[in-house]
């Protein structure tokens, strides 16, 4: 009987499944980098959301479909680091494939290190984690009082503006987007450009819209990075509506439909940095402010951008659980079912 054991936290209500392949090596990932594991696991002719069939990604939608997951399930496979500046690893994956970049996964991650003492931590006060991601090395700074976690700190790449503008046919009518590259490519969209507002009970529309916006973009030179194809094309697609403006910066609230139709329940944090980017080239974010960003659900990122196109998020993450997933040889459903 086949096992898989994981640890499962969530960000600002994301989840985030956790599996240590340095630890226990249920299936290979080979590449001399992070970059070329991702490469590798998403398989030759396959993409990031139609990897080929492999053993890495047998796991993958073991732990991801029905009956062992869901279709908002996300999480990462543990790898070593690329080298010894980092603590370790990380490949991210979803529902339909793998990511190149996960700001909320990179704070559980954080949270995690320090929990199993993989990370050594102060009782009180902040210990960096460093983790080697496909589209680079980040930093998870864990915040630390009274021996335990209250938040995290994730900085991310450098985000860089893509296009501004850019007009797209949807159903709903046509809009303008904004292309901004921050580990991941994001389209972002005003909500209410399509008739919507950002609403659990509009989420039916927000997800047909992302969808008709991400495809409408597939070919679009400014989702290319110049990293790649791996980097390369949108990832996620950020509908927003503004709030009023704290006294720290602006105020806003977002659904990111990424991948084919996932809804992220945090206020996804590379797509947080993706945002920031682009406040701040609209002169609507300063240095010393914060953008406070909220999720379908009410969760909150806080986000600030320092120089040189450099993120920061912060949030929160808590852990849910640990599990050891078994496969019956005898059961005919093996890695699930999408549904």
């Known amino acids: ?21 340095t630890t226990d090596p249920v299936a290979p990932a080979p590449g001399d980098t992070v970059a070329e594991r991702c490469s590798t696991v998403i398989g030759p002719g396959g993409s990031a959301t139609a990897p080929r069939r492999g053993p890495l990604d047998d796991v993958r939608r073991l732990l991801v ?8 399930m996300y999480g ?15 490949l991210f994956w979803h529902k339909d494939g793998w990511s190149t970049a996960c700001g909320h996964g990179t704070m559980a991650l954080g949270a995690w290190a320090v929990d199993t003492g993989r990370v050594a931590a102060p009782d009180d006060g902040d210990v960096q984690v460093r983790i080697d991601v496909p589209s680079g090395r980040v930093t998870a700074t864990v915040h630390r009082a009274a021996g335990r976690t209250t938040g995290v700190t994730f900085r991310n790449v450098p985000a860089r503006v893509g296009a501004r503008k850019v007009p797209v046919a949807t159903t709903l009518g046509m809009t303008e987007v ?11 969209v005003p909500a209410r450009d399509l008739g919507l507002e950002v609403s659990r009970a509009a989420l039916p529309e927000l997800v047909r819209a992302g969808r008709e916006i991400r495809g409408a973009l597939a070919t679009h030179p400014a989702t290319w990075h110049p990293g790649g194809p791996l980097l390369s094309g949108v990832y996620g697609v950020i509908l927003y509506e503004e709030l009023r403006d704290t006294p720290f910066g602006p105020h806003q609230r977002n659904v990111t439909v990424f991948a084919d139709g996932q809804i992220d329940r945090s206020p996804c944090g590379s797509g947080t940095s993706a945002r920031l980017a682009l406040l701040a080239e609209d002169g609507h974010l300063g240095a010393g402010q914060d953008l406070l960003h909220e999720s379908v659900v009410g969760t909150v990122f806080t986000g600030r951008i320092l120089q040189g196109g450099v993120t920061e998020v912060t949030g929160t993450a808590y852990r849910t659980g640990e599990h050891h997933f078994t496969v019956d040889p005898h059961d005919a459903l093996t890695t699930g079912f999408p549904l």
């Open 1 to 21: 009987m086949i096992g898989v054991r994981t640890t499962d936290y969530h960000t600002a209500g994301e989840p985030f499944r956790i599996v240590d392949l």
């Open 65 to 72: 479909q029905e009956p062992r997951g869901h279709g908002g």
């Open 76 to 90: 990462g496979f543990v790898v070593p680091a690329d080298d010894d500046g980092a603590h370790f690893g990380v």
């Open 178 to 188: 904004d292309i901004a590259h921050a580990g991941a490519c994001y389209a972002s």
